[in-house]
């Protein structure tokens, strides 16, 4: 399922990019790992790099694990024609400058700048994701690793939100664990990931609608652009999934997900926090939600 329909005056924006369940570019995405060769890159700041195996798939990008000579590994996001949203990625990940939290951008290069037509962003390699961890653990996380997970994700958002953009695509598989380069806390680390699906804090820009189980009720109903509170009502949704081990729309119908989560926030979302049992979590996701009406209203939360 793609997820409810959507509506409002606001038109979903769809993606044009990479799209690996079409055949042609599953395709060509196994004869880009078949190759020997390294990228045909237009920097001399990294050393060759040979494209081994998949990491996952977005959107807008499929991201590929990447090798060079002396092993050294690196993560290489590939779209396999021009693409506005990876350099949207790109920028913001200059901008991040590898901040706390995000992942360094080592290389982008446009389609048409070399590269055999490919669209690339080359990243440090990260630790595996939330959900991976997530779903080794027995499919619920106790509450000192809930709470971790709180307070990584939250002060992730509020360094994207002070930048300027909404994330739109919060969950488990868009955290990371660090990386090489995070040294022995690593495995403590979270980093968040995946910024193809952002938008400019008070723009006007059509939202970007990203997983169906945790997008907020207002990307659903398309009315408004996403901002700020719509973040922080994803990560409310997150936390649930992570403490709880699901959420009360994870199995219904695609078309009925967006009414679900109107009556789950009812009353100050208690009817959703019923199955987290840490009172002290139930806290935050208690002023997570409260903070949603406050960031539609300009107010910035941390």
Same mark, same amino acid.
């Given at each position: 399922?793609?997820?409810?329909?959507?509506?409002?005056?606001?038109?979903?924006?769809?993606?044009?990019?990479?799209?690996?369940?079409?055949?042609?570019?599953?395709?060509?995405?196994?004869?880009?790992?078949?190759?020997?060769?390294?990228?045909?890159?237009?920097?001399?700041?990294?050393?060759?790099?040979?494209?081994?195996?998949?990491?996952?798939?977005?959107?807008?990008?499929?991201?590929?694990?990447?090798?060079?000579?002396?092993?050294?590994?690196?993560?290489?996001?590939?779209?396999?024609?021009?693409?506005?949203?990876?350099?949207?990625?790109?920028?913001?990940?200059?901008?991040?400058?590898?901040?706390?939290?995000?992942?360094?951008?080592?290389?982008?290069?446009?389609? +048409?700048? @070399?590269? *055999?037509?490919?669209? $690339?962003?080359?990243?440090?390699?990260?630790?595996?994701?939330? &959900?991976?961890? =997530? !779903?080794?653990?027995?499919?619920?996380?106790?509450?000192?690793?809930?709470?971790?997970?709180?307070?990584?994700?939250?002060?992730?958002?509020?360094?994207?939100?002070?930048?300027?953009?909404?994330?739109?695509?919060?969950?488990?598989?868009?955290?990371?664990?660090?990386?090489?380069?995070?040294?022995?806390?690593?495995?403590?680390?979270?980093?968040?990931?995946?910024?193809?699906?952002?938008?400019?804090?008070?723009?006007?820009?059509?939202?970007?609608?990203?997983?169906?189980?945790?997008?907020?009720?207002?990307?659903?109903?398309?009315?408004?652009?996403? +901002?700020? @509170?719509? *973040?922080?009502?994803? $990560?409310?949704?997150?936390?649930?999934?992570?403490?709880?081990? &699901?959420?009360? =729309? !994870?199995?219904?119908?695609?078309?009925?997900?967006?009414?679900?989560?109107?009556?789950?926030?009812?009353?100050?979302?208690?009817?959703?926090?019923?199955?987290?049992?840490?009172?002290?979590?139930?806290?935050?996701?208690?002023?997570?939600?409260?903070?949603?009406?406050?960031?539609?209203?300009?107010?910035?939360?941390?």
């Amino acid at each position: 399922s793609r997820g409810p329909t959507l509506m409002g005056r606001y038109a979903p924006a769809r993606g044009k990019g990479l799209n690996t369940r079409d055949a042609a570019s599953a395709a060509a995405i196994r004869r880009l790992l078949s190759t020997r060769a390294p990228l045909a890159l237009d920097t001399a700041s990294l050393p060759p790099i040979r494209l081994t195996s998949r990491l996952g798939e977005g959107r807008f990008g499929d991201v590929l694990r990447g090798e060079s000579d002396d092993g050294e590994s690196f993560a290489v996001k590939v779209a396999l024609r021009p693409n506005s949203r990876l350099r949207l990625e790109a920028d913001i990940l200059r901008s991040l400058g590898g901040a706390a939290g995000f992942p360094r951008l080592l290389h982008h290069q446009r389609a +048409g700048d @070399g590269g *055999d037509g490919l669209e $690339l962003l080359v990243m440090e390699l990260l630790g595996r994701p939330l &959900q991976s961890e =997530w !779903e080794a653990a027995g499919r619920r996380f106790d509450a000192p690793t809930t709470r971790s997970v709180c307070r990584s994700a939250r002060a992730c958002l509020a360094r994207l939100h002070a930048l300027g953009y909404a994330h739109n695509d919060l969950k488990p598989g868009n955290l990371l664990r660090g990386g090489a380069r995070h040294g022995a806390g690593a495995s403590e680390r979270l980093l968040l990931v995946d910024f193809g699906m952002a938008t400019r804090l008070g723009g006007a820009e059509a939202p970007q609608v990203g997983s169906s189980l945790y997008a907020s009720v207002a990307a659903h109903e398309a009315a408004r652009p996403t +901002g700020a @509170g719509d *973040d922080f009502e994803s $990560l409310a949704y997150v936390l649930v999934h992570l403490a709880a081990g &699901q959420l009360p =729309w !994870e199995d219904a119908p695609a078309a009925d997900v967006h009414a679900m989560k109107r009556r789950a926030l009812q009353g100050g979302g208690e009817a959703l926090i019923g199955g987290v049992e840490d009172e002290a979590m139930r806290t935050e996701i208690r002023g997570l939600l409260a903070s949603v009406p406050k960031c539609d209203k300009g107010v910035g939360v941390s």
